[in-house]
């Protein structure tokens, strides 16, 4: 990183020395991160696969740009908001990256955080720390940043498709329910996500892989954002990192929750959930369904290994659109991952695998003769 880049972060996260993984747990699921050491591996791998970059080439935006790109941070600009605080909507040059008028230029994403709590300032400092020095198709890009005297705020490339979250689960006009090839196709991509996370280089546990951090650009190709959350995978012989619990209800692996032991296997639990909803069109947790429902993966666990039941719990947005036989692999494929013990749950190089092999057999498109449901 640049010295200057590398001054005003250090500087930033002095004040945060005495709150090192000082984590807990709110009432809706939305947990407080503690900060994260900087992802200082140099070693890289093909570029079309994932990278450490040696530096960041992260460009520091003064308040003042970003209030103009937003047009100041208007409330028809926002994309999102959640308990960092909100994304705004913004343009600015392709070049020079400064402000532009809006609709020229590149379309940017900026969060701002809450000038309130630590959490806000926990998850920048993740957020810096790991997309600063990460590249690979499948994680959100990170354009640049904002530390201005209270100012925090993340400027991000935009995904104009928004959130998976919204495309299953949104019932409206704008969000079309995605088809299962589509469906498919998001899964693998962020499989490829946690795969590059979870690599020799990167040695990096998500923490909350979950749909509403599944982003997708124009082509519904699949980017992990949100990295508040994230920590440096286990070191030497190490099995695991030891932290306060933290993610989100429904999607943190069991032994995790009961433990505090944290591993990549515990990413590899969360992406069975959001597979689960994936092929559900279900959310994880749900009060408003019938009883013995409420929990997705308690409910839908019995019916994901037979051949007559499996069409029960199949979203019915989607009927007609895959076979038995795809519909099975990927049911299999994510009671595996949702497996108990965690040594029994794939590791996600196995996990992209099994979803390439689907979409190079052909299993993956529609064949209406051997459709089922």
Known sequence: MGSCFSSRIKAAESHLHHEADSNCVDKTGNE???????????????RTEGQILQSSNLKNFSFTELRTATRNFRPDS?????????????WIDEISFTASKPGTGMVIAVKRLNQEGLQGHHEWLAEINYLGQLYHPNL??????????????????????????????????????????????VALGAAKGLA???????????????TSNILLDSNYDAKLSDFGLAKDGPTDDKSHVSTRVMGTYGYAAPEYIATGH?????????????????????????NNRPSGEHNLVD??????????????VMDARIKGQYTQEAALKVAYLALQCLSIEPKSRPKMPAVVKVLEQLQESGDNREKSSECIG
């Open 262 to 286: 944290l591993t990549a296997r515990s990413d590899v639990y969360s992406f069975g959930v959001v597979l689960l909803e994936m092929l559900t069109g279900k959310r994880v947790l749900d």
């Open 299 to 312: 409910w839908a666990k019995p019916y994901l290994t037979s051949k007559r039941k499996i069409f029960q």
């Open 78 to 90: 926002v994309l999102g908001e959640g308990g960092f605080g909100c994304v705004f909507k913004g």
């Open 196 to 210: 590059f996370l979870h690599s020799d280089e990167a040695k990096v546990i998500y923490r909350d892989f979950k």
């Open 32 to 46: 407080t991160s503690g900060s994260s050491s900087k992802v200082s591996s140099s070693v890289s791998v093909p």
């Open 140 to 185: 959100v890009k990170l354009v640049g940043y904002c530390l201005e005297d209270d100012h925090r705020l993340l400027v991000y490339e935009f995904m104009p498709k928004g959130s998976l979250e919204n495309h299953l689960f949104r019932r409206s006009s704008y969000f079309q329910p995605l088809s299962w090839n589509f469906r498919m196709k």
